[in-house]
């Protein structure tokens, strides 16, 4: 069974705006890489009952985590990382396993390294609400509970005139304050305020680690 409901992105479309490509397959978000290009947009819908599913779990049973591991050990950090959160088993839960496997794959072959810094976070509150860049190279961000990353065109310092939301789901890439000789195209994103909402958000982060080595041990898988 394949998460994926949907594609809103004719398949040989890559549509752009400020900066932002939309873009109907995962291999596409190799489009970080152009000139032109700040972030990345793969448009997808999961299935219906993936999200009836981790919208009916309680909080305390989303799967939290935060390590630097290589690419090819994601899986099985993931199925001990669920099991140890009391996430329940069954088909949703492997689907949400080989999806976070699937993207950290695809994401360390764009970004060419064999590891990764994952983080899951379950947010309840204001995390990172004002527009900003990442002091990574790039970063993958994809929202599979709750309102999706907010993003914009910041010109002169001021926060964006015009706000859109990442959907549910659709992993982002962005590019961050350390990519490599790259015109300023000023886009800024933020997470979504929903502080006294009752909403709670299950995000993954994905970050490129060049020197697993130089990370914080405690958090580092080999």
Not at 144 to 172: L, M
């Amino acid at each position: 069974m394949t998460f994926i409901h949907a594609t809103s992105v004719p398949a040989t479309d890559a549509l752009a705006e400020h900066g932002v490509h939309r873009v109907a397959t995962p291999e596409a978000l190799s489009l970080i890489r152009r000139a032109d290009c700040a972030g990345a947009i793969w448009e997808r819908q999961p299935l219906p009952s993936f999200n009836r599913w981790i919208d009916d779990l309680a909080p305390d049973h989303l799967p939290k985590a935060r390590m630097v591991l290589p690419v090819v050990r994601v899986s099985e950090a993931l199925q001990e990382i669920t099991g140890a959160c009391g996430t329940p088993k069954g088909p949703a839960r492997d689907l949400l396993v080989d999806d976070i496997s699937a993207l950290a794959a695809i994401f360390a072959e764009i970004m060419r390294v064999d590891y990764l810094r994952l983080r899951l976070d379950v947010v309840r509150g204001n995390a990172c609400r004002k527009f900003h860049i990442d002091a990574v190279t790039a970063r993958l961000v994809c929202t599979y509970r709750g309102t999706g990353t907010q993003y914009g065109i910041a010109n002169e310092g001021r926060d964006p005139d015009r706000i859109s939301t990442v959907p549910r789901g659709a992993p982002i890439m962005l590019r961050g304050t350390r990519w490599p000789v790259t015109p300023e195209l000023n886009l800024r994103h933020r997470s979504p305020p929903i502080e006294g909402s009752g909403e709670t958000r299950l995000v993954l982060v994905l970050d490129p680690i060049i020197d697993p080595d130089e990370e914080t041990v405690s958090h580092t898988l080999h």
